[in-house]
């Protein structure tokens, strides 16, 4: 069974910085693609960035040169670094992976940036 739990989310002041973290089980963050969605009130939920099963990451436009996602195979986790955190970041995120073809998504935490 797989489970996926975020941390790290909070208010922070615009320009300041969080840094998610998504516990796993029952995958292999290894070679698993995983990833970052966010979604704001009212809005859909959005790609912010994802990394394949062989390292490769991509980014959303909007938070390229700012965000970072890694993974520690060791610890089983996947983070997000967010530097330069606009109010516009203001989001729940959530982490998601896949698996054998099915994607599985966290509970999500609150990202909450003031300006």
């Known amino acids: 069974q797989v489970h996926l739990v975020e941390s790290g989310g909070g208010l922070v002041q615009a320009g300041g910085s969080l840094r998610l973290s998504c516990a796993t089980s029952g995958i292999n963050v290894k070679i698993a693609p995983m990833g970052w969605y966010r979604q704001a009130p009212g809005k859909q939920r959005d790609l912010v960035a994802n990394?394949?099963?062989?390292?490769?990451?991509t980014y959303a436009e909007s938070v390229k040169d700012r965000f970072t996602i890694s993974r520690d195979w060791r610890r089983a986790t996947v983070s997000l670094q967010m530097n330069n955190l606009k109010p516009e970041d203001a989001a729940v995120y959530y982490c998601?992976?896949?698996?054998?073809?099915?994607?599985?998504w966290g509970r999500g935490t609150q990202v909450t940036v003031s300006s």
């Open positions: 998601t992976a896949h698996r054998s073809g099915t994607q599985f």
């Open positions: 990394i394949s099963g062989s390292g490769v990451t």
